[in-house]
Every structure is written in C-alpha cells, then in structure tokens.
C-alpha cells in the first residue's frame, strides 16, 4: 500500500441501482414530479422520468465497467435522453434568468439517470479522463492515459494487460458519468443538487482510486525505469561539471544518488519579485521573462513562461501611475485608505495562508484533484472579440492541451524554451530591418525588399491556435476539493452582506480581458503567474466610450491593447494606474473602477465580488 492510496481503500464503485432507488424515495423527487404535472408542457415529461427511472431502479443500469447498460437494454438510456433533450430545449429558449427553474431541476434529473444509465458524454475530452497507469507528471507530458491503455494494449502481458485494459475502460465509464453529472452542475437547478455533489464525490474518489492503483505494463515500467537512469546520467554528469575534479571524487565515494522526484517542484511563489520594463512612449512595453534557474526551479515547465508578452501602450510609464501598494493593512487601515474613498490597492501578505500557493504550483495537481471534472472555457481572443465562443471540456484536456500544449508549440515556433514571444521578435525584426534600409543604398534596398517579398511568398507565417480561457467560472462551487485551496479575504468582511461571487480565471499567457467596469467591489487574488492589469476612475467613463446599449453596456469600444486615437481621442488622455500583480498578491478594485487585464504567463487568480 502506498501513500497515495492509503486515504482511498473506502472508494468502491457506484451502485446505481441503490443511488436511483434513493432518488426516488427523496422528498426533493416527490416534488419534481408534482411541479412538472402541474406546469405547462410538463406531464408528459413526468410519465419519461417516472419511467426512466423505475427501468433504472430494476437492474437497468450502468455495468460497473464500460459504461453499457446491464438488464434490459438500453431502456434507461432512451428515456433519460430524450428528458434531456427536452430540458435542454427549455434552458435555451430565452434569456438565461427567465428560464422557470423547474426546467433546470428536470435537466439535473434526467443527467442523474443518464450518468446512471451510462450514456456515453457529447464531449470527446471526457474519454480522455483514464486512470493514469504512470506518474502525473509524465502523463502530462505523454498525452494523457489513453496512451497508457494503447501501451497496455502492446506490452502488457496476461494479468497485467488484463487489468490495465479493466481499469481502463472503468474509467472511461467513470468520465461518461462525471461529464453528465457536471452538466448537471452547471445547468441544473437547486432542488436535486446535493444529490449531484454526492454522487461526484463517489465517483471522484473512486477515479482517484483508479488514478493511482491501476497497474503498470511491462513495457511502460522498462520506458520508465530506462528514463530514470537517464534522468541520474544527465544529473551526475552536470554536478561534475560544476564541482570540477574534486568534487569529482568526492561525488564517486559519495552513495548513488535516489531516483529523482518526476513531479514538479513546489514553488509558492515562482514568479514573484520579478522586474518588468516598460515604455513611456506610444508604442508598446514589453514584461520581462521570470528568472529560470537551476537554484530556483520554475513550478510549470519553462516553455509555458515566454519571455517577453506586449503591453498596451504608455504601460508601467510616466503616462500613467502606479497602484498603490500596502503590506497585509489592518481592516481598519484598508477601509480608511482605500475602500472607503474608493481608491484601487496591491495588497501583499494576505494570502501567505492559502493552500493555492503551494498546491497550484504543480500543474499534475489539477489533474490528480479535478482532471474529469468538465469545465466550460472561453475560445477565443476575449468575450467582444470576433469568433468568440464557449467550449466544454474536462479540465485534464484543457491543462494538457491549451495550456501546456500551447506553451510548446510557442517553444517549437520561437526556438529554444524560454525564447522570445512571437509578437516582440516580429518588432525586433521591423527595427533591425528599418536600420538596415536607412545605412543601405537605394538599389540595394530595392534589392533587399524583392529579396523579402519573395520570402513572405514562400514562407508564410504560421496562423497562432485560438486561444482557451477558463474565465469567471464559479470553479470553487463546482469542485469543492479545489474550493479547500483558497480563504476568503478577510476584507471582503467590511463589505454588506456575503460575498456575492467567487470566480475562477486560469489560462495561458497572453489571455485578455477587455476593458470594462463592474457593479460590485472586487479582490483578484493572485496565486500562480502574473498579470498586468490597468485601471481608470469612474470619472473617465465618458472617455471609456462604453458600448451604447445591450449587455455589453459595461464593456469600452476601445481596444486598450491597441487604441484608435483617431476614432476614440479622448481615450488617449485620460489618466489611468497600472501595475503587474504577482502571485501571492491581490488587488482591490473598487466597484465602478474600469479595469483590462492580460495575463504575463500561465494564471491562476481568483475573484472576489461583494458589495
């Protein structure tokens, strides 16, 4: 028995036969049942779930592994799509807030009996959530566990392959389930939620419990046991190199180093402290790159960190002012100088107590805690932007894939780990090509631009990957295990009444939020990365140009990452604080404050709302 599994021996797999028939016996059900008789368009419905669920309740139930239906077929199946599909119909045929709440709790029914029933996801990602048959850390960098159920397939043997191939497709029953059961999360109502939040934690643990006791194939432990020798080669041949010829010695009659950890360093604070320039003209400014030694190891893999991301003009210059700064102020303190006159602040030491700072640092860790669990995620430059859209995917999916899979395909396009970002070499290149052409002649510089034409023809630029951001999602009410990682600001105690929401925003580096203002005061906690973040007075909200009119009336026509002077002039001489909030910092941002922010490297800051 290991560590990791030794909290997880009570992690059995679901009955579904004794969860539908709790269900049923619920008070919360009885009511369901009668608000649907009674509402317009709703018996009908009633007779579907009454059925669904009384063929669920005979045997007609998710197999504990594969997912298929186990009894009578597919009956339970059908009858829970098609209330599904119904409910879902219902959600979408007006604004969001005049949806009868009836309908959200319907839908939350029929996604119990659906995840019960083991109908398959509408989402691909969700198959991807298997139970690891590797250590996080490398399957993060491998691609997930569906690799792991390939190798299974090749070089495992007899008991081995058998019950890799087992827990395999449990899993992949398990993440059908979960994806339902998040849907039923997100879209469903009150009435039957509890219910959805115990069996998530059934099923979480129980995938967990797959996570980390799933056998390894032959072939898998050989790869992993030649890797680690590798990992020994590479870290003796570099402390001999250091320590030269006498440390040499010593290192030969020293015992053989352990194997070293495949997990990424823990670092509370991997970002923090570090310089960023900026320009005091019109043109952009460019964010330093943290620093990346071997002394002080980076918490995600260096690609994920560019070197330099573009401001928008006048950033961290004499143009504008830097935000106040003030070390763990006393409720006292912070409502006489800021929250009371309304003034924004950096607050540092107010999250030294946060479990975030540590547990967050580890990408494997969201994978481990919450990698099934499905999430919707913004696709796209930002919410005003053209080809803006919405996504669902599982949270595995999106680490492995838009965060540190967008992080290496910046590496393989700007070279080396850790190079350039792509936008400040292409002003580098138009630099040195303007002092090129000024110390030319001018044949030579028609020669040069018809060599460069003929290049651009042959060598197009490759086209950047949308961008993914899970952004101002309750993350903290879906997955409780993520809510135990954060505190609420002491501060927000100041305000009238409870807090009135607490958001999530993770993504890679370069993601956007546009310039706009909110009704509500707000904390943005800073736990992994960084971010610039710009903010104007209430009184400039005439120089804002705010849409007219629609729900983007809170939101500027003005891009501030690069502003028309020409169609929004006055834009350009209202007066604004900036500052680059680092992890293990949150700034206060009073309600009505305009405020854009983009993020300097891989983030993950949270919002505290409250009035």
Not at 53 to 63: E, N
Not at 239 to 255: C, I, K
Not at 260 to 288: C, F, I, N, Y
Not at 592 to 603: A, E, I, M, Q
Request: proline share 9%.
């Amino acid at each position: 028995m290991t560590d990791a599994t030794a909290g997880m021996i009570d992690a059995p797999p679901v009955n579904w036969q004794h969860v539908v028939a709790a269900l049923q016996a619920g008070n919360e059900w009885q009511q369901l049942l009668a608000d649907l008789t009674a509402a317009a368009g709703g018996p009908c419905v009633a007779v579907l779930l009454r059925r669904a669920a009384a063929a669920a309740a005979a045997g007609q139930v998710a197999a504990a592994h594969g997912g298929a239906d186990r009894g009578g077929g597919g009956g339970t199946a059908r009858l829970a799509e098609a209330v599904q599909q119904v409910a879902w119909e219902k959600l979408h045929c007006g604004d969001w807030h005049a949806v009868p709440v009836l309908w959200r709790d319907t839908y939350a029914a029929a996604s119990i009996l659906a995840a019960a029933a083991g109908l398959p996801s509408r989402d691909s990602s969700a198959a991807a959530a298997l139970p690891a048959t590797q250590p996080l850390s490398r399957e993060l960098s491998t691609g997930g566990t569906a690799g792991a159920a390939a190798a299974a397939a090749e070089g495992g043997t007899g008991a081995t392959a058998a019950a890799a191939a087992e827990a395999a497709a449990e899993a992949a029953g398990l993440g059908a389930a979960l994806w339902h059961l998040d849907m039923a999360a997100i879209m469903g109502g009150p009435l039957l939620r509890p219910a959805v939040d115990a069996l998530v934690d059934a099923l979480q643990r129980r995938w967990q419990y797959l996570h980390c006791t799933a056998p390894e194939p032959p072939a898998q432990q050989e790869a992993g046991q030649q890797e680690a020798r590798q990992e020994e080669e590479v870290q003796e041949g570099a402390e001999t190199e250091q320590q030269g010829g006498a440390a040499e010695a010593s290192h030969a009659a020293a015992p053989p180093p352990s194997r070293p950890s495949k997990r990424p360093k823990l670092a509370a604070h991997a970002h923090a402290g570090t310089p960023v320039t900026g320009g005091s003209g019109g043109g952009p400014a460019e964010a330093a790159a943290p620093p990346n030694s071997a002394s002080q190891p980076a918490a995600w893999p260096p690609a994920v960190v560019p070197a330099a991301v573009v401001l928008p003009p006048w950033s961290l210059g004499p143009k504008g002012s830097p935000v106040a700064a003030a070390h763990l102020p006393s409720l006292e303190a912070f409502w006489r100088q800021y929250m009371g006159p309304g003034s924004p602040a950096v607050i540092s030491g107010a999250m030294d107590d946060w479990p975030a700072m540590a547990r967050w640092a580890d990408p494997a860790y969201f994978v481990h805690v919450a990698g099934p669990r499905t999430v919707p995620v913004e696709v796209g430059e930002h919410f005003l932007a053209d080809q803006w859209g919405q996504q669902l995917m599982t949270l595995q999916r999106f680490v492995q894939q838009h965060i540190l899979g967008a992080a290496q395909g910046r590496s393989a396009q700007g070279g080396a780990a850790g190079g350039a970002h792509p936008c400040v070499e292409q002003q580098q290149q138009q630099q040195q090509r303007q002092q090129q052409e000024r110390a030319e002649p001018a044949s030579e510089h028609q020669e040069a631009a018809e060599q460069q034409q003929g290049s651009a023809a042959e060598y197009a630029p490759p086209q950047r990957a949308q961008r993914v951001y899970l952004a101002q999602h309750p993350l903290f009410d879906q997955i409780p295990a993520l809510a135990a990682d954060i505190r609420e600001p002491a501060y927000c105690c100041l305000g009238e009444g409870e807090v009135k929401s607490v958001n999530a925003w993770f993504g890679p580096a370069g993601t956007v939020t546009p310039l706009h203002t909110d009704p509500h005061a707000n904390l943005l906690c800073q736990a992994v990365g960084r971010k610039y973040v710009r903010l104007y007075s209430p009184a400039c909200t005439a120089a804002m140009y705010p849409h007219p009119e629609g729900m983007h009336s809170n939101s500027s026509q003005v891009d501030a990452g690069e502003p028309d002077l020409q169609r929004f002039p006055l834009f350009g001489q209202a007066p604004f604080q900036d500052c680059v909030l680092e992890a293990g910092q949150m700034l206060f941002i009073p309600a009505g404050w305009w405020h854009y922010v983009r993020s300097l490297s891989v983030s993950c800051s949270v919002s505290f709302w409250w009035h």
